[in-house]
């Protein structure tokens, strides 16, 4: 069973920075891909970064990249997504989510969710 926890969230000014965590704290190892995703109030969620498992390629939203990068030292450690340069409109609940091994950009692909945590970027 997989089992998400994120970590590291809060408040941030614009420009600053913050780096998310996503753990496992399952018993079971898993190969699978990692996805991050957020919601505003009022809007749908979106997809933000995600890296596969085996290969490691990453995929990003255009709004974020060359701002957010997603990291895995590897299989067993957190994933990472260090976001720099914050804007105000990347406030949102972030969720980190899983599914096996090859990442994709849709949350309806995703088997596995952490509860979400929130980041504010006050202006």
């Known amino acids: 069973q997989v089992h998400l926890v994120e970590s590291g969230g809060g408040l941030a000014q614009a420009g600053g920075s913050l780096r998310l965590s996503c753990s496992d704290s399952?018993?079971?190892?898993?190969?699978?891909?990692v996805g991050w995703f957020r919601q505003s109030p009022g809007k749908e969620r979106e997809f933000v970064a995600a890296?596969?498992?085996?290969?490691?390629?990453?995929y990003y939203a255009d709004s974020v990249k060359d701002r957010f990068t997603i990291v895995r030292d590897n299989v067993k450690a957190p994933v990472y997504l260090q976001m720099n340069n914050l804007r105000p409109e990347d406030t949102a609940v972030y969720y980190c989510?899983?599914?096996?091994?090859?990442?994709?950009?849709?949350?309806?692909?995703?088997?596995?969710w952490g509860q979400g945590i929130q980041v504010t970027v006050s202006s």
């Open positions: 989510a899983a599914r096996p091994v090859l990442a994709t950009t849709s949350a309806l692909e995703y088997d596995y």
């Open positions: 399952g018993r079971t190892p898993v190969s699978y891909a």
């Open positions: 890296i596969s498992w085996s290969s490691g390629k990453t």
